[in-house]
């Protein structure tokens, strides 16, 4: 799995990034997945927490259709902007897919977002069981940022600048669709979903 960080590369200053304030950038881009539809992302390797304290692997995921987006739960502004993007696909799934669907948000903050701190976010949120919260290492999340396309940088008082995106991935890991920008149609993403 790490061929990829010498396949994406990533400029982690600057240019895309966004900060969790109501002045951050507000631009859909609906474009080509990083990662070419013949790699899966279940090829990493790396052990991730749920909200729930137990152990997760990727690779649980094949079979499901998984819509994903990196966020961080003491965000106060684009993190919740990209969940409420997330519900708006889940509202227009089709019924007979709705059992398939998981919803995956992968945090950047290693430090404050503990598997305790995932689950109380959930339950703030409302988020039912087919939502996936999880927690990784520094170089975990750092992977999953670059095979993603999300750009992130940590900032001095402990919060993340970074760019918002949606991801769909097919039953088996790979990347078949993204937005991004935050309150865009996420048509591209539906429309994927009940092509499959």
Known sequence: MKRYFNILVVTL????????????????????????????????????????????????????????????????????????????????????????????????????????RLKEFAISQQLDDQWLLLHGDEDEVREMSMLLNVKYKKQPNGDFAHSNEVTLLDTQGAIIAQVEGLGKNQQPIVDKIKAM
């Open 13 to 116: 200053i600057g240019i895309g990034f966004s900060n969790c304030s109501s002045g951050e950038r507000n631009q859909q881009t609906v474009h080509e997945p990083a990662v070419t539809e013949s790699e899966s992302l279940y090829q990493m390797d790396g052990k991730w927490t749920t909200q729930n304290g137990d152990t997760f692997h990727l690779s649980e995921l094949k079979g499901k259709i998984p819509v994903v987006a990196m966020v961080f739960t003491s965000c106060t502004y684009a993190c919740p902007k990209i969940i409420e993007d997330i519900q708006k696909v889940k509202r227009q799934v089709p019924v007979n897919q709705k059992e398939k669907m998981v919803y995956v948000l992968i945090s950047f903050d290693t430090e404050r977002d503990t598997p305790e």
